[in-house]
């Protein structure tokens, strides 16, 4: 517990170079012969190997600290915040590349949501030399080209990611590509996989509902994934927005109107404007 006050002392020390020679001149004075010679040699050997693993402890506790602040940045949406803690992290990583490249992939994912594109593929390229085969740089990559409409370039990217490894995220967004591409068969593979490995997810549901409203017009067979959905995220407006839609289109206008009531209490503009007609 007394180590933290002696960091800097340890870091300066380490640091000042004419300081080290001095002290291994003076040492190598007192040799009066070889034994005592080799004595301080390895005396001087054991010292400076010290220091260098103290100072790498002390980075290392550091750069973790920096990684941790910039996760809860980004969990609390401060991303570029999050972003300037993990620049800061990669200034005291040397050669561990495990958690470089950990650190490149986290940066990225917070200048994806602030739509710093450019900055994003760097560090992903980057983390794609550190570990040629980590799926997340794949799928980082992948929804980049899904924001700027290159549909077909993004689907590449996951093929390469879900072969890695067969994630949650690769599948859904996957999803999402084959439903603009117009393949909702291709598209609900992969929603059910989603849900498959995520079974509480919400989004999932609400996904395959739109497919069975707008590929197979199915309302009430939607409406079933909607209820899924709303089951598990109840303050989603949308889910709410969405199911008393379909409740009006079969018929329900009770339910429906239930349905846009909530959705209206929950800050759905559309809501708003749907019930006033209604």
């Not at 994806?112 to 450019?118: A, N």
């Not at 990559?141 to 990217?157: M, P, V, W």
């Amino acid at each position: 517990m007394m180590i933290y006050p002696l960091i800097g002392e340890f870091s300066l020390f380490y640091n000042a170079i004419p300081l080290s020679l001095i002290i291994v001149l003076i040492l190598l004075l007192f040799a009066r012969n070889w034994i005592s010679f080799i004595g301080v040699l390895v005396f001087l050997l054991l010292y400076f190997v010290f220091i260098n693993w103290l100072t790498t402890r002390i980075s290392n506790r550091e750069d973790q600290k920096l990684i941790s602040s910039g996760k809860e940045k980004y969990d609390l949406g401060l991303y570029e915040q999050a972003c300037r803690e993990y620049t800061k992290a990669l200034k005291l990583v040397k050669n561990d590349a495990y958690t470089k490249n950990i650190i490149y992939l986290m940066r990225a994912e917070a200048e994806i949501e602030i739509k710093d594109y450019e900055s994003a593929l760097w560090d992903i390229s980057k983390s794609k030399e550190l570990e040629p085969n980590n799926y997340k740089a794949y799928f980082l990559s992948a929804k980049i080209k899904f924001h700027n409409d290159q549909l077909e370039e993004s689907l590449i990217e996951l093929e390469k990611s879900i072969s890695l490894a067969s994630t949650y995220e690769s599948h859904m967004l996957r999803g999402k590509i084959n439903c603009e591409l117009g393949m909702e068969q291709e598209a609900l593979k992969d929603f059910i996989k989603a849900e498959e490995l995520d079974p509480l997810s919400s989004e999932v549901n609400f996904e395959i509902a739109n497919i069975a409203e707008q590929f197979y017009e199915e309302p009430k067979e939607a409406i079933t994934y909607l209820d899924k959905a709303i089951a598990n995220n109840k303050e989603n407006s949308l889910y709410f927005y969405k199911r008393g839609i379909l409740k009006n289109q079969i018929g329900n206008r009770d339910g429906a109107f239930q349905d846009l009531e909530k959705a209206s209490k929950l800050g759905n503009k559309d809501a708003d404007e749907y019930l006033k007609k209604f």
